[in-house]
């Protein structure tokens, strides 16, 4: 365990930041599977709608450093492929 009050301190920021971090991923996930319910079920409107509502919140933890840009660029790509295969298809 940590000894010097420098060591104690970085202890108690980290186990912060990492609760919050936490929140911020479930969040995520959480708008992600709301898009994904969405096209099992064949709803197009409700896809699109919840697409809209995801991308701003894996903008904004893609900022905060939560998961690298790339990630959040690659599950934006990849919900939006599915919602044109449904609504070609």
Same mark, same amino acid.
């Given at each position: 365990?940590?000894?010097?009050?420098?060591?104690?301190k970085r202890a108690?920021?980290?186990e912060k930041r990492r609760q919050l971090k936490a929140g911020q #991923?479930?969040?995520t996930r959480t708008y992600i599977?709301?898009?994904? @319910? %969405?096209?099992?079920?064949g709803d197009l409107e409700?896809?699109?709608a919840a697409y809209a509502a995801a991308v701003p919140?894996?903008? #904004?933890?893609?900022?905060k450093g939560v998961i690298h840009k790339n990630k @959040? %660029?690659?599950y934006k790509s990849r919900l939006n492929a599915h919602i044109k295969a449904l609504a070609s298809g």
């Open positions: 365990m940590a000894n010097t009050p420098q060591a104690k108690r920021q980290s #991923r479930s969040m599977k709301k898009v994904q @319910a %969405a096209l099992l079920a409700a896809a699109k919140v894996l903008d #904004r933890i893609a900022d @959040a %660029a690659r």
